[in-house]
């Protein structure tokens, strides 16, 4: 059985097929891996995985942070991260009409961009615009 299927013992590097971040992930991880490789060989597997633990933090944070919007996930939901869902949760109503911020969003979602860019002034304002 493959550690990556969804049966059996879930695996600390595995992502759910929901957010379909596994193919972002891995083509980020590559273009690092690449720029390792091009520095130097020395110490490479911890400069690489020191690199990538960025990208898969960010996976990571989109993914939980969605999930605990759902009742029925446990986790901690700390001010934060409500303040978080609820932004998110406006941000998602206005991209709806809004192409900047459904272009961000969507960017975000992709990993073309970090989710900080959600909080860049110019889609905070036409989000948090009454």
Same mark, same amino acid.
């Given at each position: 059985?493959?550690?990556?299927?969804?049966?059996?013992?879930?695996?600390p590097?595995?992502?759910?097929?929901?957010?379909?971040?596994?193919?972002?992930?891995?083509?980020?991880?590559?273009?690092? $891996?690449?720029?390792a490789?091009? &520095?130097?060989?020395?110490?490479l !597997?911890? *400069?690489? =995985? #020191?690199?990538?633990?960025?990208?898969v933090?960010?996976?990571?944070?989109?993914a939980?942070?969605?999930d $605990?919007?759902?009742?029925?996930t &446990?986790?901690?939901?700390?001010? !934060?991260? *409500?303040? =978080? #869902?609820?932004?998110?949760?406006?941000?998602?109503?206005?991209?709806?009409d809004?192409?900047?911020?459904?272009?961000?969003?969507?960017?975000?979602?992709s990993?073309?961009?970090? !989710?900080?860019?959600?909080?860049?002034?110019?889609?905070?304002?036409?989000?948090?615009?009454?």
């Amino acid at each position: 059985m493959s550690p990556l299927t969804s049966h059996g013992p879930p695996c600390p590097w595995q992502l759910t097929p929901v957010y379909g971040q596994g193919m972002s992930v891995a083509c980020l991880e590559a273009v690092l $891996l690449g720029h390792a490789l091009a &520095d130097r060989t020395d110490d490479l !597997p911890q *400069r690489f =995985f #020191d690199s990538a633990s960025d990208v898969v933090d960010v996976a990571w944070l989109l993914a939980t942070t969605a999930d $605990l919007a759902f009742d029925e996930t &446990d986790g901690s939901r700390s001010l !934060p991260t *409500r303040l =978080f #869902d609820r932004y998110v949760s406006r941000v998602v109503d206005t991209a709806h009409d809004d192409g900047e911020v459904s272009s961000t969003y969507g960017r975000v979602l992709s990993m073309e961009v970090p !989710p900080t860019a959600l909080l860049r002034p110019g889609v905070a304002a036409r989000v948090l615009r009454p």
